[in-house]
């Protein structure tokens, strides 16, 4: 099976900072990949699609790329709503594996 | 707008099973895939499985083969999850997701509310 690794597992940054996530896939998955931000004692929400659409919704400080086996969620500009942990899965075939997560602070 | 609404939080004894339901509502149903996601307490996601009601044929992560069984009953427009020999580690948020897209793995779009199982003695 594919294994999803994100990095940081956690990080703390200023409000403004801009903010990258990256998740790596054992093997190459295409653009199969979506992220969700999970707030605390809340539901996944989709973020980003294919790599790199952003849902309806979302806003653009939210920006996703890569394909293969590289990808990387950043967000341009941290705003203290955006405090949460951010998933990766890859969707291109089961199973559907997540990567650990990456907790956001704010510092 | 399709929603999914789940079942309510159950406790459970070691060694039983549960059975949660995701029920959609405001879409179609047979043609897209719910899977089932958990997330014990402090922890990260973890897929479990998922089914297309159409098609009726359940797929499982390893981890849980054996143990867990999903269903669907699209006179009903509702999916199930059942886990069996719960232990401690069960202890878990289960989701209910459907696919973003009829007919083909895909992202998910909308989640259930979430139920929790507690396995205590």
């Known amino acids: 099976d594919i294994q999803m690794t994100q990095s940081p597992s956690s990080l703390s940054a200023s409000v403004g900072d801009r903010v990258t996530i990256t998740c790596r896939a054992s093997?190459?998955?295409?653009?199969?990949l979506a992220w969700y931000q999970q707030k605390p004692g809340k539901v996944p929400k989709l973020l980003i699609y294919?790599?790199?659409t952003l849902q309806s919704g979302v806003p653009s400080r939210f920006s996703g790329s890569g394909s293969g086996t590289d990808f990387t969620l950043t967000i341009s500009s941290l705003q203290p709503e955006d405090v949460a942990t951010y998933y990766c899965?890859?969707?291109?075939?089961?199973?559907?594996?997540f990567g650990g997560g990456t907790k956001v602070e704010i510092k | 707008q399709v929603q999914l609404v789940q079942s309510g939080a159950e406790v459970k004894k070691p060694g039983s099973s549960v059975k949660v339901s995701c029920k959609a509502s405001?879409?179609?149903?047979?043609?897209?895939?719910i899977s089932w996601v958990r997330q014990a307490p402090g922890q990260g996601l973890e897929w479990m499985g998922g089914?297309?009601?159409?098609?009726?044929?359940?797929n499982y992560a390893q981890k849980f083969q054996g143990r867990v069984t999903i269903t669907a009953d699209e006179s009903t427009s509702t999916a199930y999850m059942e886990l069996s020999s719960l232990r401690s580690e069960d202890t878990a948020v289960y989701y209910c997701?459907?696919?973003?897209?009829?007919?083909?793995?895909?992202?998910?779009?909308?989640w259930g509310q979430g139920t929790l199982v507690t396995v205590s003695s």
């Open positions: 089914i297309i009601p159409i098609f009726g044929t359940a």
């Open positions: 899965q890859k969707y291109n075939s089961a199973p559907f594996t």
């Open positions: 093997q190459g998955i295409s653009n199969y």
């Open positions: 405001g879409g179609t149903f047979s043609s897209y895939a």
């Open positions: 997701a459907r696919d973003a897209l009829a007919a083909r793995p895909d992202w998910f779009d909308p």
């Open positions: 294919a790599a790199s």
